[in-house]
């Protein structure tokens, strides 16, 4: 083989130079991607150089000598920086070996056609030149996207704890530049999510349904929990229960704010609504808007101490089946806006049965449940009792409030 190359090379030099030149002006024509990247002077030397590459691992391999892949490599790592395709990398390199074969083939028929059977045995070796190539490009190429894959998931994980922290380095972008790196506008409709625990809604990603079928989300996986950057567009604030249903965990969920610079403030809500989702049963997903009372309670935790003890202390020391009782009548009860005969169809109890209970609760705490703000005492400390057993598993539980729209009774509450 060697000794065939030899006699043809200053021929076979010639027609590679040739097939580079029809090779880059096809890859032009056909290839979009090559044609945004690479000018035509440029893209011709490289298949020469390639090509050349090729020959001269022919010939090492003839030798038993290994093929010297580093040009290779280099190309695989160039590409994936500018962001070239891989599929038209590997498409040029492969175009490329079938002209190679061809190539010497004719001139190797043109020098002595005679020669030509003891060229066929060396096609073999050539396309496991041209395979150990490809493979090096591959490879090489893979390695830096992963890099820079890598690097884009720090950079946007930056950009994101900028926004939703509220807290700029001092050299480093300020909200607004850090939402237009995020591709997010100026001023829009916005809100922040934060899911209990980590692992259900993903790491930094972007998630979405069809364009234009759900808010756009960007998550950030926080020591608090996931938080998820969600730009609403035309959606209403609702629709992000829906997409956070599937995952099947806690999550709270802020009002809508207009600016990236008031994420930080929604994201501090959105923890605080979560303090108040429920931790099973209904929804688990809670809108701050929709609970505002619980939310109260939740962000004064040494207040919602005393009330528990001030307004419910009596309830409390009961025994646990007898506070279970009651305070699950109450929760019932204010659910369905003071109808007790709406209460005992939801405890599959008779409305005399709802009645004496909640007479009992009224003689145990001192308040009437006829008094408006009696009854604003009663549900805040009601909220806090559900939301230190849902914080502390060793507090004895108190049911959540069953789920379901409450229904106005058509008559006032008796």
């Known amino acids: 083989m060697e000794r065939i ?21 096809l890859t032009l024509a056909e290839d979009p991607a090559y044609a945004a990247l690479l000018g035509r002077a440029e893209l011709r030397e490289r298949i020469h150089h390639n090509l050349r590459q090729a020959v001269e691992g022919l010939v090492r391999g003839s030798r038993g000598l290994p093929v010297d892949l580093a040009d290779a490599r280099a190309t695989g790592t160039l590409r994936a920086e500018q962001g070239l395709p891989l599929a038209s990398l590997l498409h040029t390199y492969r175009r490329g070996g079938r002209l190679l074969w061809q190539t010497l083939t004719e001139t190797v028929a043109a020098h002595d056609r005679a020669a030509l059977p003891r060229l066929l045995p060396s096609a073999t070796l050539l396309w496991d030149v041209l395979d150990q190539m490809t493979d090096a490009v591959t490879d090489s190429y893979r390695r830096t996207e992963a890099a820079r894959t890598d690097l884009d998931r720090e950079r946007r994980a930056a950009l994101l704890d900028i926004l939703l922290d509220g807290a700029a380095a001092t050299d480093g972008p300020a909200a607004s530049e850090a939402a237009a790196q995020l591709g997010l506008p100026e001023r829009g409709r916005f809100a922040v999510v934060v899911v209990a625990g980590t692992g259900a809604a993903g790491s930094t990603s972007e998630r979405a349904g069809t364009p234009g079928s759900a808010p756009r989300v960007l998550w950030r996986i926080r020591a608090d929990g996931e938080c998820g950057l969600v730009e609403l567009g035309h959606h209403p604030l609702e629709s992000v229960r829906e997409l956070l249903a599937p995952l099947g965990a806690r999550a709270g969920v802020s009002p809508v704010v207009g600016a990236p610079a008031e994420l930080a403030g929604a994201r501090r809500l959105a923890a605080l609504a979560l303090r108040t989702a429920p931790g099973s049963g209904g929804p688990r997903t809670a809108l701050l808007d929709e ?34 009782t009651l305070l699950t009548t109450l929760g019932t009860w204010l659910t369905c806006q003071g109808s007790t005969t709406y209460a005992a169809q939801r405890l599959y109890c008779h409305r005399n049965t709802v009645s004496n209970r909640l007479r009992r609760l009224e003689q145990l705490t001192g308040r009437s449940l006829a008094d408006p703000r009696h009854v604003v005492e009663l549900a805040l400390a009601h909220a806090a009792v559900y939301q230190l057993a849902a914080a502390d598993p060793a507090t004895p539980p108190c049911p959540p409030t069953p789920a379901g729209t409450a229904r106005r009774s058509p008559r006032p509450p008796g």
């Open 5 to 25: 190359i030899e006699d043809v090379r200053e021929d076979l030099s010639r027609r590679i130079a040739v097939a580079a030149h029809r090779l880059a002006d």
């Open 291 to 324: 609970g505002l009372p619980a939310a109260l309670v939740a962000a004064q935790g040494e207040l919602a101490a005393r009330l528990r003890q001030v307004v419910l202390g009596p309830v409390l020391a009961l025994p646990a089946e007898d506070r279970r």
